[in-house]
């Protein structure tokens, strides 16, 4: 096995004191008194019952059923801060495929309100290049190009899972006039995040987020990256989370960036990165456009006529195999589900709109 395709594994030597936050804390929730919010603390709290949160025991069973027919592995729902349904394993450590984009973003937050990432640098400007060379039009791509999937560079990816296959040709697209999904994007970012920062993406994601948000099952050890360096100098930074602590990152975006008071992601950021940037009607290939979501930073935004009701404001991290974190701030909800791979396992998008579905369904009306 060639050296870039190996997965390298790091040891992470993040420091307490670059989060200011002590992991010694009470068993709990904790409520923020500004915003009425509930936080977990060590453990998350659950609803007493379906019904005290407005939901039907009877239709959350029928979820259930529905659930076990599939091939999830880990599925939580997180309703005003507290746990109205489980299933499975909620604490092994798996892969989350594209998931780690979204987390990114939520990385890049606090770097560029402090100045040290500049959305508006070019590959030129941080003397970025890869194999073969890029085009003089592709080195006039930006930080923000990258990070919203507009960067017009075509590049082959040093790993799979992207639309590449159906790019247009090399050159032909200027830097932020057309989508595509394209893992070369994604992991170009990371390099950059790292270049900027001067930090490893996995120290990052212990020191800004596992540590402050309290993760259960965080292991940096877990981390590695992986793809085939001879066809790219950028790796992806494939992450492995549990179940429970993906819900974490999703009731923290729910939360715009607070976690019981303490603004871990600057709150103008959280709101930025959720917001349609490629509307659904400009995704490309084509065949996006009959779908419900558009595109912001690196997380799908619902947008046109499906983003109405429950969907107004949602938005999703979405991996292959099934991994998803899902928030729907009109219901104050947070659902994220896991297929544990390997095996190889899988829960379509179609069939977790299911799981989605049937928990609408369950909700009963206001008196």
Excluded at 30 to 56: F, H, L, N, T
Excluded at 222 to 235: E, M, T, W, Y
Excluded at 252 to 270: C, D, T, Y
Aim: glycine share 10%.
């Amino acid at each position: 096995m060639s050296a870039g395709k190996r997965l390298r594994r790091r040891a992470c030597f993040a420091v307490l004191a670059l989060t200011g936050f002590s992991p010694a804390a009470p068993a709990g929730s904790q409520s923020d008194g500004r915003r009425g919010a509930v936080y977990p603390d060590k453990e998350w709290v659950r609803v007493e019952s379906p019904e005290s949160a407005g939901y039907s025991s009877q239709r959350m069973e029928e979820l259930r059923a529905y659930v076990k027919r599939l091939d999830t592995t880990g599925l939580m729902v997180v309703v005003g801060g507290r746990v109205l349904f489980e299933h499975g394993n909620l604490s092994e450590l798996s892969y989350l495929a594209s998931v780690r984009k979204s987390v990114l973003a939520m990385l890049y937050g606090k770097y560029v309100a402090s100045g040290r990432i500049s959305l508006n640098k070019t590959l030129r400007d941080m003397g970025m290049t890869d194999i073969g060379g890029l085009l003089e039009v592709e080195r006039r791509a930006t930080v923000e190009h990258l990070i919203t999937a507009r960067s017009g560079i075509f590049h082959p990816a040093s790993n799979g899972g992207d639309d590449t296959d159906r790019a247009p040709p090399r050159g032909s697209r200027k830097p932020g006039s057309f989508f595509l999904y394209n893992n070369w994007d994604f992991n170009a970012a990371g390099a950059i995040f790292e270049k900027l920062t001067g930090m490893d993406i996995y120290n990052a994601l212990e020191a800004d987020l596992a540590w402050p948000l309290q993760m259960q099952d965080f292991d940096c050890s877990r981390q590695a990256k992986g793809g085939d360096l001879k066809v790219s100098h950028f790796p992806a930074y494939h992450m492995w989370l549990s179940t429970r602590d993906m819900a974490r990152l999703g009731y923290l975006m729910l939360r715009e960036g607070n976690w019981n008071g303490r603004q871990v992601i600057p709150r103008s950021w959280a709101r930025r990165i959720v917001r349609p940037v490629t509307r659904v009607g400009q995704m490309n290939p084509e065949s996006h456009r009959t779908e419900e979501f558009g595109y912001g930073f690196m997380w799908w935004v619902w947008d046109g006529p499906r983003a109405t009701g429950p969907f107004a404001g949602a938005y999703a991290a979405r991996g292959a195999y099934g991994q998803y974190i899902v928030v729907l701030p009109k219901l104050d909800l947070v659902v994220a589900h896991k297929t544990a791979v390997p095996p190889i396992r899988q829960v379509s998008w179609n069939q977790f709109r299911g799981i989605l579905d049937r928990l609408l369904a369950a909700r009963q009306p206001r008196r």
